[in-house]
């Protein structure tokens, strides 16, 4: 009788739906003493979404891009170079930087005022890199940018992105995924050191970015 009870049960389970990710708010990402080595490296661009009207219009004219980062002047410093491609052009950045505080790493963005433009949130997985930030206009403007190690990211972490997205009230239209149609900008490139001057369509943070193939396997 028993047996035929967990049966029945187990049946009902299995007509039952899946529960909804869970969406928690999203919270600043604490550094500790590895922060550094783990934010090395390259990151590649997969989406972006802003309440800010001309950002979402440079976010749907980008095609792909990453972020390289390296040690900056300290351990507590990291230099940024995004290179975006923006219709024909693959277009690079270097004005921003990591700097890891205690209670959080923030972006800042080179200036004489040192201008705090974004913050590193938690995610569920040190292979992914999410980006907060907010524009003040006539009013505050809040976005998020989504960078992982890989383009294989889990539907698991698109719907963790998505959840913060709309617990900053964006909706499901100023969620932007870069199609990684193109090969303009190559990632060995940018590790090697070879980066172009030119200001990008989109910066990191301030005015920025699924694919099926893997950057750098055929030239990116």
């Not at 919270?27 to 080595?37: E, F, I, L, V």
């Not at 934010?39 to 979402?56: E, I, M, S």
């Not at 930087?97 to 913050?119: D, E, M, R």
Request: charged share 15%; glycine share 8%; proline share 7%.
């Amino acid at each position: 009788m028993a047996t035929a009870g967990v049966a029945a049960v187990l049946g009902l389970a299995v007509l039952l739906p899946a529960a909804p990710f869970p969406c928690r708010a999203p919270r600043p990402q604490h550094p500790d003493n590895a922060t550094a080595s783990k934010l090395l490296g390259t990151w590649l661009y997969v989406a972006g979404a802003t309440q800010f009207p001309r950002h979402l219009l440079e976010m749907l004219v980008i095609d792909h891009g990453h972020l390289h980062v390296e040690p900056r002047a300290g351990e507590q410093e990291l230099l940024i170079t995004q290179r975006v491609a923006a219709g024909d052009q693959c277009l690079t950045n270097n004005s921003t930087y990591f700097k890891i505080g205690a209670g959080n790493t923030t972006l800042v963005k080179h200036a004489k005022s040192q201008q705090t433009v974004g913050t590193l949130m938690n995610l569920s997985s040190e292979d992914v890199l999410l980006i907060q930030y907010q524009l003040q206009r006539e009013r505050t403007y809040l976005g998020l940018y989504l960078y992982a190690r890989n383009l294989s990211v889990s539907t698991a972490h698109r719907e963790e992105f998505e959840c913060h997205a709309k617990r900053l009230g964006l909706s499901e239209e100023e969620i932007v995924y870069a199609p990684w149609k193109t090969e303009l900008c190559q990632v060995k490139e940018m590790e090697k050191g070879n980066h172009p001057c030119t200001e990008p369509v989109a910066a990191v943070t301030a005015s920025p970015p699924p694919g099926t193939h893997q950057p750098g396997s055929t030239g990116n």
